[in-house]
C-alpha cells in the first residue's frame, strides 16, 4: 500500500508586488497587483510503507513547500494529497500522531527552556502515557548521545546538539511517517555522519516512511535508493539513483600512477587532463573509449597503478538540475 500519494499537486503563492515611489504606493492601496509564483506545478509521485526517498532539488524548486503540503501546514491550490489515507490539510489528531516534520532550517524548541520541557509538551500534544514517554525518550538520548544536555537551554546548545534535540521532540511519538527539510545542514562531517546513521536506523527499525531532502549529496547517497528530483515546481526525475548515474555518466575518471613523470603530450590524445602532478595524472574519457585508453596507458607506458571511477554524484546531479529532464 501506498503511504503517500501526490497527483498533480499543485501549490500557486499570490504575492504582492509593490512598486517603489510615493505615488505607485499609494495607488496600490487601491489597486494591488498580485503575480502567481508556482511553487509546485503539477507533481504527482507515490511512496510505500518503509521506503526511504531522497527529495532533491536547486534553491527554490518547490521541495519546502511540498513537504509543508504533505504535513498539512499548506493548504494546496489544486491536485490530491493522502498520507496514510487522510488528508494532510485536515490536521486530525490521529493523523497528526503518525508523522512529523522536521525543518533544519527553523528552531521549533522553546529558545529560553531546556530542550526537555519541549519534549514534555510534546508528550501532551501526542498523549503519551508516562511509560511510554519515558521509554522514548531513554531510547532517543541513548542513540544520539546525548545525556544531560537535555536539561540545559536549548540557546546555550551548539548548532550540532540543538538539531539532535529538534529530531528526539520530533521522534518522541514515534511517528511512522517523517518529513526531513534538510536535517544535516551546516552540521560538521562527523555530525552528518551520526545524523545520517540515526536517520537510516530509524527508518530500519520502525519501518518508517521518510522523504528527505539534503543539498549534501553524501546524504541521498547513503541513505535513499531512489530519488525524486524536482525543478522550479515540476517533477524531472523519479527512480533508483544507480540509473540515474548509468544514464547521466557519459564520462569516466582514470586516474594513472607512472614510475616516472606523467607524460603529458602522449595523455593529451587519450582525453581532457583534468590534472598532472609528477607522476601522477587524472584523465577525463569518454565512456565508451574508456576501455581503449586503459589498454593503451597500459601497453605503451610502465604504470604504477590505474584506478578508472563513475562520476561524482555531485556532477551528475548538477547536470540534471540544468533542466535535462531524462
Ligand atoms: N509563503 C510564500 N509566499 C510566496 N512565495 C513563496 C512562499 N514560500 C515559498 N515561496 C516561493 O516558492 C518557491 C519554492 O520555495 P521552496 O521553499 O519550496 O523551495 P525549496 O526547494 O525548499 O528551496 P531551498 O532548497 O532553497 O530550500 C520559491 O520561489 C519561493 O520563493
Ligand atoms: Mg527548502
Not at 509593490?18 to 494591488?32: A, D, M, V, W, Y
Not at 504535513?71 to 489544486?78: E, I, K, M, N
Not at 545524523?195 to 553524501?218: E, P, Q, V, W
Not at 524536482?230 to 523519479?238: E, V
Amino acid at each position: 500500500m501506498n503511504t503517500i500519494k501526490v497527483t498533480g499537486l499543485k501549490k500557486y503563492f499570490r504575492v504582492y508586488k509593490r512598486k517603489e515611489g510615493l505615488i505607485p504606493t499609494i495607488n496600490s492601496l487601491f489597486h494591488r497587483k498580485y503575480s502567481e509564483v508556482k511553487a509546485v506545478d503539477g507533481i504527482s509521485f507515490s511512496i510505500r510503507e518503509g521506503e526511504l526517498v531522497g527529495f532533491i532539488g536547486p534553491n527554490g524548486a518547490g521541495k519546502t513547500t511540498t513537504l509543508k503540503c504533505l504535513s498539512g501546514l499548506l493548504y494546496h491550490s489544486s491536485g490530491i494529497v493522502e498520507v496514510l489515507g487522510y488528508i494532510p490539510f485536515e490536521r486530525k489528531a490521529d493523523f497528526l500522531k503518525k508523522i512529523s516534520l522536521v525543518m533544519g532550517q527553523k528552531n521549533q524548541l522553546w529558545w529560553d527552556l531546556p530542550a526537555v520541557e519541549s519534549f514534555r509538551l510534546n508528550k501532551e500534544i501526542y498523549e503519551l502515557s508516562e511509560d511510554v514517554y519515558r521509554k522514548n525518550l531513554d531510547e532517543l538520548t541513548g542513540l544520539l548521545d546525548v545525556g544531560s544536555l537535555i536539561n540545559q537551554p536549548v540557546r546555550q546548545l551548539s548548532l550540532g546538539q540543538r538539531m539532535k534535540m529538534e529530531l528526539i521532540a520530533a521522534l518522541i511519538h514515534h511517528p511512522k511517517v517523517l518529513f526531513l527539510d534538510e536535517p544535516t545542514i551546516g552540521l560538521d562531517i562527523v555530525m552528518q555522519k551520526k545524523m545520517r546513521d540515526f536517520i537510516g536506523n530509524y527508518n530500519k527499525k520502525y519501518k518508517a516512511t521518510i522523504l528527505l531532502t539534503s543539498h549534501y549529496m553524501a546524504d541521498v547517497k547513503e541513505l535513499c535508493r531512489r530519488v525524486i528530483i524536482i525543478n522550479k515546481g515540476k517533477l524531472i526525475y523519479d527512480g533508483s539513483l544507480e540509473s540515474l548515474s548509468q544514464k547521466y555518466s557519459f564520462h569516466k575518471i582514470i586516474t594513472v600512477h607512472f614510475y616516472s613523470d606523467a607524460p603529458e603530450n602522449k595523455l593529451k590524445n587519450l582525453g581532457e587532463i583534468k590534472l598532472i602532478e609528477g607522476s601522477k595524472a587524472v584523465l577525463k574519457v569518454d565512456k565508451e573509449k574508456a576501455k581503449n585508453v586503459t589498454v593503451q596507458l597500459l601497453e605503451k607506458n610502465k604504470v604504477r597503478d590505474l584506478t578508472v571511477e563513475e562520476p561524482e554524484l555531485e556532477d551528475i546531479i548538477s547536470f540534471v538540475f540544468e533542466g535535462k529532464s531524462v
